[in-house]
């Protein structure tokens, strides 16, 4: 898979919903934008997984549900994805839909996907998300969710 590097593909340039990418020197910055923050974080999950494979193939075929407490936006934006990749990698699925919800501390969500199939073109592996520029906030078109991922 090749990563956008050029100016024209950084966030400045980029639409005010969705996910995208950004420059970092060792691993990939993803960046999730939404007219909600559970937006930006669905966003930012299908970033992080488009990493891995064109998720748009991805089958509707199994999915999972997780819960988790945090009352820190930013820390929850790492936790939603870390969960997320331990699913997947713990079942040996690959997810192209997700979902999140947001009652106070409590977050609830899910992903749906399917085990890894020859079809399914392998990109480069998703270890974790990371601290690393790790940033959620509330801007004039919506929300933006960004950090950098281990690949």
């Known amino acids: 898979m090749n990563i956008p590097t050029d100016r024209s593909a950084c966030p400045a340039a980029l639409p ?16 999730g934008r939404g007219a909600t923050l559970e937006e930006a974080f669905e966003a930012a999950a299908r970033a992080t997984f488009a990493i891995m494979t064109d998720i ?18 930013e820390l929850a934006l790492v936790r939603w994805l870390n969960l997320l990749l331990a699913m997947s990698h713990e079942e040996g699925l690959v997810f192209g839909r997700f979902w999140i919800e947001r ?8 992903a749906s996907g399917e085990a890894w199939r ?6 480069v592996e998703v270890k974790g998300a990371t601290l690393t520029m790790l940033k959620v906030r509330q801007t004039d078109e919506g929300w933006e969710a960004r950090c950098v991922v281990d690949v």
């Open 16 to 31: 005010a919903s969705g996910d995208a990418y950004f420059e970092h020197d060792a691993d990939v910055g993803i960046v």
């Open 56 to 73: 748009k193939a991805v089958r509707d075929e199994s999915s999972v549900s997780l819960e988790f407490e945090e009352a820190d936006a």
């Open 103 to 110: 009652d106070g501390v409590r977050w609830r969500g899910g």
């Open 118 to 123: 020859r079809e399914l073109e392998r990109g």
